[in-house]
């Protein structure tokens, strides 16, 4: 074989680079492989280097579950035990459409029981609709009144009036205060 075709298939190998999938887990580590299945080698990648992901789960930020079990290959990819699980409760949550029929006719039946038993009830809520239209229309005639009132005297401006002001007294006499303290330490220390 000659020199210069032992190049070009080395340079034919060189060009065809593999292509990784890159992903992040959901604490947000970027990971990366050639495929996401099950056999492939995985990498957490950081600035300088690419790393083979420890043993252990983790999870995708997608939800899917990633199984480690031998440093940096995939052992399994699947859903969390949570989606799962919710999956199934969602299934369980469905109910068939005779169960509907007789929870209706249960409900029926519910119905009759209670208006047998307690007649007085229903007389009672469909009074209390009417009462309840009187009381509100005389809250609103006390609202009405109320906001017809002025909420507070109006204020008067009157500059001639008598103001008061303290006058502080400069003598030796008085009681010295923190402030009196504090000056005194500062023209003694400027001095």
């Not at 990784?20 to 580590?29: A, I, K, R, V």
Request: proline letters at 5%.
């Amino acid at each position: 074989m000659k020199p210069s075709e032992i190049l070009e298939k080395v340079e034919a190998l060189l060009s065809s680079k593999v292509k990784l999938e890159q992903t992040s887990l959901d604490n947000g580590t970027v990971i990366e492989a050639e495929s996401f299945e099950a056999g492939q080698s995985v990498f957490v990648v950081t600035d300088d280097e690419r790393i083979p992901l420890p043993v252990g789960e983790y999870t995708l930020e997608s939800g899917a579950v990633l199984v480690v079990e031998e440093e940096g290959v995939i052992a399994s990819m699947g859903e969390s035990e949570e989606e799962e699980e919710m999956e199934d409760e969602v299934k369980e949550e469905f109910a068939t459409l005779s169960q509907v029929n007789e929870l209706k006719e249960i409900i029926a039946k519910l119905e009759a029981v209670i208006s047998e038993k307690f007649p007085q009830e229903e007389q009672l809520t469909e009074e209390a609709p009417e009462e309840e239209v009187k009381v509100e229309a005389s809250e609103q005639r006390e609202l009405e009144d109320a906001l017809a009132e002025p909420a507070a005297k109006p204020l008067k401006h009157n500059p001639e009036g008598e103001q008061t002001v303290k006058v502080q007294r400069l003598s030796r006499n008085r009681p010295r205060t923190t402030m009196d303290n504090v000056l005194s330490r500062i023209s003694k220390i400027n001095k």
